[in-house]
């Protein structure tokens, strides 16, 4: 009963910037936490950043020092800002947003946005 919709993506030159958003609806009580993950063709998903209730942040390793994850709570939102993109930054970008379960938190994913990084 949680739908999350993506935007921001696109087709960027080397350098660039973009910011990506995520816009969490539904059923929603309390959120743990939210983030962004990304896949590259034949690659596995990996984390870019999550960001907590509290504020805490987590970076991949690849991206520190150049994106930045931010949330808004009373619009149950998340946004990455990415800056001096690289090629390698090219791969679809999910957003993820996890809530308390049963036993077990939930994650919730959206559909995914590409990001295209390249001249």
């Known amino acids: 009963q949680v739908q999350l919709v993506e935007s921001g993506g696109g087709l960027v030159q080397p350098g660039g910037s973009l910011r990506l958003s995520c816009a969490a609806s539904?059923?929603?009580?309390?959120?743990?936490?939210m983030g962004w993950y990304r896949q590259a063709p034949g690659k596995r998903r990996e984390l870019v950043a999550t960001?907590?209730?509290?504020?805490?942040?987590n970076y991949g390793d690849s991206v520190k020092g150049r994106f930045t994850i931010s949330r808004d709570n009373a619009k149950n939102s998340v946004y990455l800002q990415m800056n001096s993109l690289k090629p390698g930054d090219t791969a679809v970008y999910y957003c993820?947003?996890?809530?308390?379960?049963?036993?077990?938190?939930?994650?919730?994913w959206g559909q995914g946005t590409q990001v295209t990084v390249s001249s």
């Open positions: 539904g059923s929603i009580d309390t959120i743990n936490a």
């Open positions: 993820n947003v996890e809530v308390p379960g049963l036993l077990l938190p939930y994650d919730y």
């Open positions: 960001i907590t209730d509290s504020g805490n942040t």
